[in-house]
T-cell receptor
Framework: GEDVEQSLFLSVREGDSSVINCTYT??????LYWYKQEPGAGLQLLTY???NMDMKQDQRLTVLLNKKDKHLSLRIADTQTGDSAIYFC????????????WGAGTKLIIKP | EAQVTQNPRYLITVTGKKLTVTCSQN?????MSWYRQDPGLGLRQIYY???????DKGDVPEGYKVSRKEKRNFPLILESPSPNQTSLYFC???????????FGPGTRLLVL
């Protein structure tokens, strides 16, 4: 079945770039998403990319998609303390009737 | 303000005592969904609804019921809660199944 995998933790220094990685198995992906969950809050859509794109940039966020390797990454430039959160990768696929398939989330820890 | 609301936000109950968590959205969205979030497991879909009177099981439907009698509301019912249903629950909605989902603030449930 479909599977989305992420590392559970990432620790970076304030001001450095953070790169959060995600791998998926279903080649029929149509959309790939990054959601952010701040402590005690719900999930907020950060950005998404169509599966026919390689890259999408939005201010400090850069999403890279390698379809051949089924690898998605989220780069956050100049990481700030406010970026501290759990980041979820998700995909929607034709095979799953476009239901979102979620990764377990990566907790981003910012060191001063 | 466009939003998804859930009530209650926090609930402590005992095994076997029926409870309902309400979810309401004011965006005229057709698609609504319930997830549970557990540490290390990410989000798992419980039930979803593509439209009024149309509901389908997600990945973990056992022990839950839903109804969609009107477009804006999608209550989650636990007929006989058990301790393994202790979790953080999120309701979400989107214009259609394939589009960006908007999340409620979450309901933290403890079943003793």
């Amino acid at each position: 079945g479909e599977d989305v995998e992420q590392s559970l933790f990432l620790s970076v220094r304030e001001g450095d770039s953070s790169v959060i990685n995600c791998t998926y198995t279903d080649s029929s992906s149509t959309y790939l998403y990054w959601y952010k969950q701040e402590p005690g809050a719900g999930l907020q859509l950060l950005t998404y990319i169509f599966s026919n794109m390689d890259m999408k940039q939005d201010q400090r966020l850069t999403v890279l998609l390698n379809k051949k390797d089924k690898h998605l990454s989220l780069r956050i430039a100049d990481t700030q303390t406010g970026d501290s959160a759990i980041y979820f990768c998700a995909e929607s696929t034709m095979d799953s009737n476009y239901q979102l398939i979620w990764g377990a989330g990566t907790k981003l820890i910012i060191k001063p | 303000e466009a939003q998804v609301t859930q009530n209650p936000r926090y609930l402590i109950t005992v095994t076997g005592k029926k409870l309902t968590v309400t979810c309401s959205q004011n965006m005229n969205h057709e698609y609504m969904s319930w997830y549970r979030q557990d540490p290390g497991l990410g989000l798992r879909q419980i039930y979803y609804s593509m439209n009024v009177e149309v509901t389908d099981k997600g990945d973990v439907p056992e022990g839950y019921k839903v109804s969609r009698k009107e477009k804006r509301n999608f209550p989650l019912i636990l007929e006989s809660p058990s301790p393994n249903q202790t979790s953080l629950y999120f309701c979400a909605s989107s214009p259609g199944g394939q589009e960006t989902q908007y999340f409620g603030p979450g309901t933290r449930l403890l079943v003793l």
